[in-house]
């Protein structure tokens, strides 16, 4: 069955700095687009982050454009989001899924950002 682990999430004081990863199983990782989504509070989820099958496109949310970097591993069926220059308004749980985001969503990981 489809299932997607996220881990690497914690608490990091402001300008700090996070690597999350996310392992896809159950479908054919390595032929599809992947992203990273998050929820805050009270809020709807948002794309964060997305990388294309090959690793070579990206294109990220203008919030987060110059501190977070996407990237995948298709052999390990990995995708990461390094996260640097934290700030509270990061926080949030984070998502990895498909884009768009058509299969189940995993637990998440949850960022905190504060001091």
């Known amino acids: 069955q489809v299932q997607l682990v996220e881990s690497g999430g914690g608490l990091v004081q402001p300008g700090g700095s996070l690597r999350l990863s996310c392992v896809g199983s159950g479908f054919t990782f390595s032929i599809v687009s992947m992203a990273w989504y998050r929820q805050a509070p009270g809020k709807e989820r948002e794309l964060v982050a997305r990388?294309?099958?090959?690793?070579?496109?990206?294109n990220y949310a203008n919030s987060v454009k110059g501190r977070f970097t996407i990237s995948r591993d298709n052999a390990k069926k990995t995708v990461h989001l390094q996260m640097n220059n934290l700030k509270p308004d990061d926080t949030a749980v984070y998502y990895c899924?498909?884009?768009?985001?058509?299969?189940?969503w995993g637990q998440g990981t949850q960022v905190t950002v504060s001091s």
């Open positions: 899924n498909k884009f768009p985001a058509t299969l189940n």
């Open positions: 990388i294309r099958n090959g690793g070579g496109d990206t």
